[in-house]
C-alpha cells in the first residue's frame, strides 16, 4: 500500500475518486460526488486536510451571516463577490444536504 506524502498526493486521489463518481453516475448511478469524497478520505487521508484556514473561514462568515442576518460583505445582495455567492450556495445546499442525512438517521 502506498502512502500518500503530501497535499498533492491527496488531491490526486480525490481527482481520482471524482472522475470515478462522474463514471459511474453517467451508467446510471446516483452518487453525490462530494459524499462520495468524503466517505472514501478516511481511506487515505485526514479530514482536517480538505478543512484549510480560508475554508473555515469562510464557512465562519457563513454561519455569521445566516444566524445574524446581515450581509457576509458591505453592500446588497448584487454588490457581494461572485466568487462569495457561489460559495454561498454551495455551503447552503451542503449543510442542507447534511441536515436531511441526519434527520433521515434520527441523529439531529
Not at 4 to 16: G, Y
Not at 80 to 96: D, G, I, Y
Request: net charge neutral; charged share 25%; hydrophobic share 35%.
Amino acid at each position: 500500500m502506498r502512502t500518500l506524502t503530501s497535499d498533492k498526493d491527496v488531491h490526486d486521489v480525490i481527482t481520482l475518486i471524482i472522475e470515478e463518481t462522474k463514471e459511474v453516475n453517467l451508467k446510471g448511478g446516483s452518487f453525490n460526488i462530494g459524499e462520495s469524497v468524503m466517505a472514501q478520505l478516511p481511506f487515505f487521508a485526514c479530514n482536517n486536510i480538505l478543512l484549510d484556514r480560508e475554508s473555515q473561514k469562510d464557512i465562519a462568515r457563513f454561519v455569521y451571516s445566516r444566524d445574524f442576518n446581515i450581509s457576509p460583505y458591505e453592500g446588497s445582495y448584487g454588490e457581494q463577490p461572485a466568487k462569495w455567492v457561489a460559495k454561498a450556495f454551495l455551503l447552503k445546499s451542503l449543510l442542507e444536504r447534511q441536515k436531511s442525512k441526519a434527520m433521515k438517521h434520527g441523529t439531529t
